[in-house]
């Protein structure tokens, strides 16, 4: 069970995976929702990935090491990658890990 606070989202996975939905959701009090249907959902979800997926192949593409990639590898590397912020003085990686 979840208790929903002001500007939480709910239905998010009955929106991408194009099934009905897994709980009621209930007010306690008076509230206002805004409601997204799915197409545009899912034209903001495509959106964002084709934009992430631009800035990270930019990114990509000045790296001597990946010159040699062509645009589809590069492409393919691109969805794989994410980004982290890590405070400062963080191990980023740890020997023998």
């Given at each position: 069970?979840?208790?929903c606070v002001p500007g939480?989202?709910?239905g998010e996975l009955a929106l991408l995976y194009?099934?009905?939905r897994k709980?009621?959701?209930q007010s306690k009090e008076p509230s206002v929702c805004w409601q997204l249907d799915r197409d545009t959902f899912n034209n903001i979800v495509?959106?964002?990935a084709q934009k992430k997926r631009e800035r990270y192949d930019l990114f990509l593409?000045?790296?001597p090491l990946l010159q040699?990639?062509?645009t589809y590898e590069r492409g393919q590397l691109a969805d794989a990658m994410g980004s982290e912020s890590l405070p400062a003085n963080s191990d980023v990686m740890?020997?023998?890990e």
């Open positions: 069970v979840k208790t939480d989202v709910f194009n099934c009905p709980a009621t959701v495509r959106e964002a593409a000045k790296v040699s990639m062509d740890v020997q023998g």
